[in-house]
């Protein structure tokens, strides 16, 4: 009877803790841009270069080593969908080591507050920790006010090497263009 009943609490204590921080996440938009207002260039705005490095000791939106950003307006608001590495812990609390754990967030461009966050499995390339940093891969992209903006950050392979998929847009004429940073 005991062991049953800790079995039962076992599974309550695991459930609240899969469940905690979880609120409805909307899925990412199919390309980089879309369903933008007519402009790439939110009022406001925290520039990636700007936040990057401060990011994860500052929002709660971040579990630890940010893999990818995007810039989307989504329910009339602009919002950085933040990807990031996580711990994921068993039944009794103890982190596992699983380099696939990750978490996704929606963060106010503004105030960088979270807004809505889920557990995600990391692809290959997100689990790559080696190679540039995604601060340094920011400050190499050339962005700079008043253009270009970056608008995704996405890890990826390159001939077998990580390197970040960059999207930037010209806030001037809202056109993207794409390179890689290694």
Same mark, same amino acid.
């Given at each position: 009877?005991?062991? $049953?009943?800790? /079995? $039962? %609490? $076992? ?5 609240? %803790?899969?469940?905690? @921080?979880? +609120?409805?996440? !909307? ?5 980089? @841009?879309?369903?933008?207002? @007519?402009?790439?260039? !939110?009022?406001? /705005?925290?520039?990636? +270069? ?6 994860? =000791? ?6 630890? *080593? ?20 996580? #711990?994921?812990?068993?039944?009794? =609390?103890? !982190?596992?080591?699983? *380099?696939?754990? =990750?978490?996704?967030? %929606?963060?106010?461009?503004? +105030? ?5 966050? &889920? ?8 689990? &790559?920790?080696?190679? +540039? ?7 190499? *992209? =050339? ?6 903006? %970056? ?10 090497? !990580? ?7 010209? #806030? ?6 794409? &390179?890689?940073? &290694?």
């Amino acid at each position: 009877m005991r062991s $049953g009943r800790m /079995l $039962g %609490i $076992g599974l309550a204590v695991a459930a609240a %803790i899969g469940l905690s @921080g979880c +609120t409805a996440v !909307p899925a990412a938009p199919s390309a980089v @841009g879309q369903d933008y207002p @007519g402009t790439c260039m !939110p009022p406001e /705005l925290s520039w990636p +270069t700007d936040f990057l490095e401060s990011l994860p =000791g500052e929002s709660d939106g971040v579990a630890g *080593s940010i893999v990818g950003l995007r810039l989307e307006y989504s329910d009339s608001r602009w919002v950085w969908r933040l990807r990031s590495a996580d #711990t994921r812990h068993d039944l009794f =609390g103890e !982190p596992q080591n699983d *380099s696939s754990a =990750g978490r996704e967030s %929606i963060v106010d461009v503004r +105030t960088l507050e979270k807004l809505a966050s &889920h557990e995600v499995e990391l692809t290959d390339a997100e689990q &790559h920790s080696s190679g +540039t940093g995604i601060l340094d891969a920011a400050l190499r *992209s =050339g962005e700079e006010w008043p253009s270009p903006l %970056i608008i995704e950050m996405a890890r990826a392979m390159d001939d077998g090497e !990580p390197a970040w998929r960059i999207t930037m847009c010209d #806030t001037a004429t809202n056109e993207f263009s794409e &390179h890689l940073v &290694h």
